[in-house]
């Protein structure tokens, strides 16, 4: 099965895709354990091995999947998704944009604003301090804003979370409903970039089959780490993914220094 990436992983070094693989897999773990991040960490992953046009084409579908299990598995999400849903439309519109800029942009920068969306949500800590009391006071347009600049991110590096982490958290949601309006933003935007680049003949159904074994082997490990989840020392685990995110975005910047040097 992992000769079906080939067409989209421009490498035929079978130590490389087992390492991509694998560390797929723990991006899955993290998902299944935490409710959300599998975007977060599988994007930079395989920009490192590739580029971000890849990184994205490659984990579309994995991250398509994954997001509707972890929005029917936490339970009363009709309730959190009924309230905030213009949220999600937002990130529709944004995620059209960011997937046109996608096509459009030298992916070198991209590198650099992805690696500076996972140095701010690894900031959370420090932006919980800030005065967010004008998000409560503007509800409704607060949400376009950060809707929309969600979704370019979503569509042009595949990380929408830290616009949304701030905005949910301004608000005050608790972990549920904020967990599961995550991934419901999550999966709209890659539905949406999926559909948006179909239909300008980026992804085809070819496309689609390179992608299912990674899909496969995604969901298994998400749902070991749905299992795990209440198995594991939540500080410990948030310390080894903080390490890891901040390694990514480290090497993801040295590379695209040297692509310049």
């Given amino acids: 099965m992992m000769s079906m990436m ?21 991006a899955a ?45 936490g339970g009363n999400w009709r309730l959190s998704i009924g309230r905030y849903w213009p949220v999600s439309v937002y990130v529709v519109i944004g995620t059209v944009l960011g997937s046109r800029f996608l096509l459009i942009a030298d992916p070198e920068p991209l590198k650099i604003l992805l690696a500076l969306m996972i140095v701010v949500y690894l900031q959370q800590a420090y932006l919980r301090k800030l005065d967010w009391t004008l998000l409560k006071r503007h509800p409704h ?12 991110l979503s569509g042009s590096v595949n990380v929408a979370l830290p616009p949304l982490v701030i905005y949910f958290m301004a608000l005050g949601l608790e972990a549920l ?18 559909v948006s680049l179909s239909l300008i003949g980026e992804i085809s159904l070819k496309t689609l089959l390179q992608s299912v074994p990674l899909t496969f ?45």
């Fill in 29 to 73: 773990l993290a998902h299944g354990a935490l409710g959300f991040g599998f975007p977060l960490i599988s994007t930079p992953i395989v920009a490192m091995f590739s580029d971000m046009k890849t990184a994205i084409f490659l984990t579309l579908f994995p991250n398509i999947v994954i997001n509707i299990i972890s929005i029917v598995s």
């Fill in 141 to 152: 347009s607060s949400a376009l804003v950060f809707g929309l600049l969600a979704g370019f």
């Fill in 217 to 261: 082997i995604s969901v298994a490990a998400l749902m070991y780490g749905i299992r795990l989840r209440s198995r594991i020392d939540p500080q410990r685990y948030v310390a080894l993914l903080r390490q890891l995110l901040w390694g990514m975005s480290i090497i993801l910047l040295v590379q695209v220094g040297m692509h310049y040097g």
């Fill in 177 to 194: 409903p904020m967990t599961q309006m995550l991934n419901l933003c999550f999966l709209v935007g890659k539905m949406t970039q999926a």
């Fill in 6 to 26: 080939f067409y989209l992983f421009p490498t035929h070094d079978w130590f490389m895709l087992l390492a991509l693989v694998a560390l797929l897999i723990v």
